[in-house]
């Protein structure tokens, strides 16, 4: 189904728009408050009956027991080992439960949870076909344009803040405390009125944006090993004193006992030669970037073009590599591959995220020896 974005003058990309021909004005347009980012790619699914939030409750990350009608929140459906399957918003309207998902995530987790219902009272549906969800932030004109045209539904980022029952690794003041995104939900029969209601924005501003709060993104950032941890996620996506889910006791292990295997960091990088590192790009310690047999020590997430910072990117790094160590980004669409020819190679700063201490919250007592 083509969206009614792409009909925008210079819009670029598909299944929806990557920019209208001027990303870095998009993106301040969008960061003021008074432009819409089109989601419609993504997925929805709701949930329905009077089981509904005790039975998410209890197969996902976060507290969903009496939640508000209106409250936004977020959870996390894991394996049985912690890994991150699922990242998913979630919004009650008083008689259904509404999932917003990533792109790709709709069908394989609306089909998890028809398996799961057992003998409960719910009903779920994947109403990706019917509704579409289009982002904007407070404090400009464009969450009030489309407020007025009536949308299904609305759920406001918590990103701003540690939710209850979460807790943050990340020191000092956060990136995000000023992240106000709100995606609104509407009927897709009516999705070309909403395009018209504010300037449009295109996805790379919104991923700039992202990646400078710090927000992980289930597509964009994580991979088949994640855990929350690794990501700073438990402050507004897990409840640690909520009881049993699964991947319940990696949660709690890794918190209370261990580390994360790896940490998220904000990479500024040198922007010089204007290039900016692809998705899986290696990164390396100084001076080893264009030595091919050097070992990486971690790689990157997504990069982006900031209309403020520059040039800056979200890496996952292995937890032993010092805060305070200048790396080395290896540019080129194959620079994910070890094996592949070095094309260039980015300098770049640390900015932290996921301290290399975090996790052991818990302090084991020694037992006397005999």
């Not at 894991?78 to 999932?99: K, M, Q, S």
Request: proline share 6%; with cysteine.
């Amino acid at each position: 189904m083509t969206s009614p974005f792409l009909s925008l003058p210079g819009a670029v990309g598909e299944p929806v728009a990557l920019h209208y021909g001027s990303p870095v004005i998009e993106q301040r347009a969008l960061d003021a408050g008074n432009a819409i980012v089109d989601l419609s790619h993504r997925g929805i699914i709701t949930v329905a009956g009077a089981d509904r939030l005790s039975w998410l409750n209890s197969m996902t990350s976060q507290q969903l027991l009496g939640l508000a009608p209106g409250v936004a929140t977020e959870t996390l459906l894991l394996d049985p080992n912690g890994r991150i399957e699922h990242a998913i918003r979630v919004v009650d309207d008083g008689e259904t439960t509404w999932l917003l998902v990533d792109e790709g995530s709709a069908e394989p987790l609306a089909a998890f949870l028809l398996r799961m219902r057992f003998a409960l009272r719910v009903e779920v549906t994947d109403v990706s076909a019917d509704y579409a969800a289009v982002l904007a932030f407070e404090g400009g004109s464009a969450a009030a344009a489309l407020r007025a045209l009536s949308p299904a539904i609305e759920w406001a980022d918590p990103w701003a803040e540690v939710t209850r029952g979460g807790t943050q690794y990340a020191n000092g003041e956060h990136a995000g405390a000023g992240w106000s995104a709100v995606q609104f939900v509407f009927a897709r029969a009516g999705l070309a009125e909403v395009s018209l209601a504010a300037p449009a924005a295109g996805l790379m501003a919104l991923d700039a944006l992202e990646i400078r709060a710090w927000r992980p993104s289930r597509v964009g950032d994580v991979d088949e090993r994640a855990i929350p941890h690794e990501f700073d996620w438990l402050r507004s996506a897990v409840h640690l004193t909520k009881g049993c889910y699964r991947g319940q006791e990696t949660i709690a292990k890794v918190h209370n006992l261990g580390h994360p295997p790896r940490r998220l960091v904000l990479l500024h990088l040198d922007g010089s030669e204007g290039e900016l590192p692809v998705a899986g790009a290696l990164v390396f310690k100084e001076g080893e970037g264009a030595d091919p047999e050097a070992r990486p020590v971690g790689r990157i997430t997504r990069a982006a073009l900031h209309h403020e910072w520059g040039a800056i990117a979200l890496a996952l790094l292995k937890r032993s590599v010092p805060g305070d160590l200048t790396l080395a980004v290896r540019a080129g669409a194959e620079a994910g591959d070890p094996a592949a020819p070095v094309e260039g190679v980015i300098a770049a700063a640390q900015e932290m995220i996921v301290p290399t201490d975090a996790g052991a919250t818990r302090t084991i007592p020694k037992l006397k020896r005999l």
